[in-house]
């Protein structure tokens, strides 16, 4: 791993705690919890057949994750690996109705991981903050009743935001409009999922802009067919999540062209690890392979980790520390050597 990237203040914006559940996690947690067939459950194929092919083995990995203490245990192991990484804040997401749907209450879901973020934050960092993702491929009203069961863990500030995964074939931006209203009322921050390679994916991301009104875009890099959608990402300051190691496991690129177009036409595009557990790599790995795949320059790397920074749902203040960090970082780095 490359020292610079590594060293480097990063600000994750993109990875589902779910998704950070490593093989051997899965299997200790299945075995513990006796569920039948449960060391297929840390069974990673090396690639996969986009999107929906993806998201099979990703829920059926979750059935061990059942107690307060699973959760810590995963939300604590994903930050341990952040911070060897350079991560120094995230937003992560969640995805309680793949909890609740099974028995589990959401109140063990959410005070697991709230207890490792502040473990985690007492013993050296990263810093963090939680939000919620609706499944699309539920229903509105299942999206209504999960964020009603979140408000008291908004009230106590345990959950910043809310987003939207799962399969988006057939479940547009639209179809959660009334739900994000309401969460924006109720004082949520707002993004969406607007994966790579989706039907009607442009329509898609309009939506998000126009009909929903979010500050970011989970992946969207399909914004590039069409020049006024990338002028009004860019105008608007919407950040947009991309996830090298996630559209090469799922789509055979890395897409790093795209990120580095989007970057030049100014618009706010951070990278991101998605569900690194696999898609074979934390968000320094992603760096370091959009780095080499675009041929970056230390420069370039330090401006997509700004964006980041810039993308979060931090205060203006807590903002410009760590860009004045990165710069920090920068400034003092060792010369790079030749080539
Ligand atoms: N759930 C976990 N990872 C996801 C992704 N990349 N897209 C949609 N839903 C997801
Ligand atoms: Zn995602």
Redesign the pocket.
Known sequence: MDDFILGLPKCELHV?L??TLEPAMARAFAARHGIAGGADLGERPATFSG?SG??TG?YAAMQGLQTEENFYELARAYLETARRQGVVYAEM?F?PQAHTARGVPFDTVVSGIHRAQEDVREDGGPDTALVM?FLRDESAESAAETLVASLPYRARGWILGVGL????RGHPPAKFAAVFADARAAGYRLTM?C?VRQEDSVAHIWQCLDLIGVERI??GLECLADTALVEELARRRIGLTA?PL?NLRLYGTLMADAVTELAARGVLVTLNS??PAYFGGYVADNFEAVRDEAGLSRGDVARLAKHAFEASWLTGERTRAYLSAVDDYVAAAAPSGPG
């Open positions: 589902h779910e998704g999107l993806f998201l990703y997401f995805d993702c995964d799962s399969d988006e999922h994966d989970d992946h996830c996630s998605d569900d």
